[in-house]
């Protein structure tokens, strides 16, 4: 019945994506549904299009959080599927419609079950795509106005079979920072190179010495990678380029790494900009913090897990991920966990054939549940 309920819910979720920070459809839907299983508070509006609703029972005055996001990304959906976006160019890629689904199935159940004693927070978040929407909530207090002590959060996982369920203490996430470096010289004819001070050897120069920070400059204990994705210069067939833009992205599992891949990048662009002649800068910026889970927190949802699902179905992965996860934003105040449940043999996340599958959404609600009528136990 509520497997039936939540899976209509995640098709018309899905048939109407929304992109971060523009959930208004997403939001209300989720605050009507959230008063209908009689909530006694869902406030809308927390970091823009955010919902935070509280559900609370007997006299205990411990509180931990259940997090789902809501946003969809900026690609066209290729798909015969009923309930295939009605809205172009955007699309439920990454399963948020039925990470959305699946924490009000959880309201759902536990506000007509309970079996738990205190204060849950179902934290409906904006814009993880882009990293923001954690913060926007955390910047509107979400934290002071609605308190709690710790905090859960699922992502499905293609190729995981379903009623699989996957996570890891420590660092599980990595950090996501993004670099453009500048070099700008002296266009001119590509016949006579020598007059100017051209950029596109320099670039590439640029480019194969930022492969040495990792082999090179980090300990080998550590995981990181740095990438180049982007080298534009605006020189043409003849012309000789005046400016090369090289962009790209790292990422790491410690914020020191992160700071290190930052320092030693500027070390190379300086070096490489006297070298070739040419004026250097670079613009770093964290886009995605390191997702690290607590010790407590991580046995507790295995424990839950392990309940719900079956030992053989519940595994701790050896290591971590190096996707990014704005969740990770609500480890730097309140301890918690993040966990990985399967969703079968269907296309790999942000793919335009991707759909999430509902036979995970009762896995995902009662895992839910169970988490919190374990750390909320009764009595
Ligand atoms: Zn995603
Ligand atoms: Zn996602």
Redesign the pocket.
Known sequence: MLMREMSGWRRELHAHPEFGFEERRTSAFVAAKLREFGLGEVVEGIGGTGVVGTLTRGGGNRAIALRA?MDALRIAEQSELPYRSRNPGIMHA???DGHTAMLLGAAKLLAEEGGFDGTVRFVFQPA??WGRGALAMLDDGLLERFPFEEIYGL?NAPGLPIGQFQTRSGPIMSAEDNFEIVLSGVGGHAARPHVGSETLVAACALVTSLQTIVSRRLSPAEIAVVSVTELITDGTRNALPGQARILGDARSFHPEVSAGIEAQMRVIAEGIARAYNVEQSVIYTREFVPLVNQPVQTEAALEAARAVLGAEYVSVVSEPFTGS?DFARFLAHVPGCFSFLGNGASAP?HNPRYDFNDEGLIHGARFHAEIVRRRLAVG
Do not use: N
Request: charged share 45%; hydrophobic share 10%; glycine share 12%.
């Open positions: 996001d990454c399963g948020h993880e795509e992502h996860e996340l």
